[in-house]
């Protein structure tokens, strides 16, 4: 029994002796000198950085150079008092200074916006330096955020889009999956 007992000790004590044999000490971490000087940023807070872009004057310098297909899609932009849901409102002008560009304006917000080009046929308006941009159907308007990834104003109609709306309610377009109309003969 005293064999086991002994033969068990140091089984359990091999282990620790290796560790002992082979002592590895940690280096310190490289630390710069110090000059003794504390340095510290300052950090404006997001309120007053808010306060100070919505009460900043619209750029007015700009190097987008519009296409005459530009200029042709500025003239469908509807412009006034558009109401959206959630009691929102954005107004849209058309900027007197610059043809085809709008100032767009959503409560405090302000946008200075193009025309850019879309496939889909929807009027498409952006403001790069804000990353914001206008979309305008034939039913309906939004206005979303490019950096935040989120709709700033949803579901916003001028009474030309209010017209097409009662339209599409009468006679409702065509589901894709129904397919076209037959070729007339």
Not at 79 to 94: F, M, N, W, Y
Not at 148 to 163: F, I, P, S, V, Y
Request: aromatic share 4%; glycine share 4%; with cysteine.
């Amino acid at each position: 029994m005293k064999k086991i007992l002994l033969v068990a000790a140091l089984a359990l004590s091999l282990p620790l002796a290796a560790n002992a044999q082979t002592s590895t000490t940690t280096p310190k971490p490289y630390k710069a000198p110090t000059t003794g000087k504390r340095v510290t940023q300052k950090v404006v807070p997001k309120p007053i950085i808010k306060e100070i872009e919505e009460a900043k004057p619209i750029s007015d310098d700009t190097n987008v150079v519009l296409t005459p297909e530009d200029i042709a899609v500025a003239k469908s932009v509807i412009t006034g008092h558009i109401k959206c849901e959630l009691g929102a409102s954005v107004d849209i002008a058309a900027d007197p200074a610059k043809e085809g560009f709008f100032n767009v304006s959503l409560g405090k917000q302000k946008f200075r916006m193009h025309p850019v080009n879309s496939r889909t046929g929807a009027i498409r308006l952006e403001d790069p330096r804000a990353e914001a941009m206008w979309l305008q159907l034939g039913n309906k308007s939004m206005l979303m955020s490019q950096k935040k990834g989120e709709r700033l104003a949803d579901q916003c109609q001028a009474n030309q889009q209010l017209a097409v709306e009662e339209e599409m309610k009468k006679n409702p377009p065509k589901s894709l999956f129904e397919g076209a109309d037959a070729p007339a003969k």
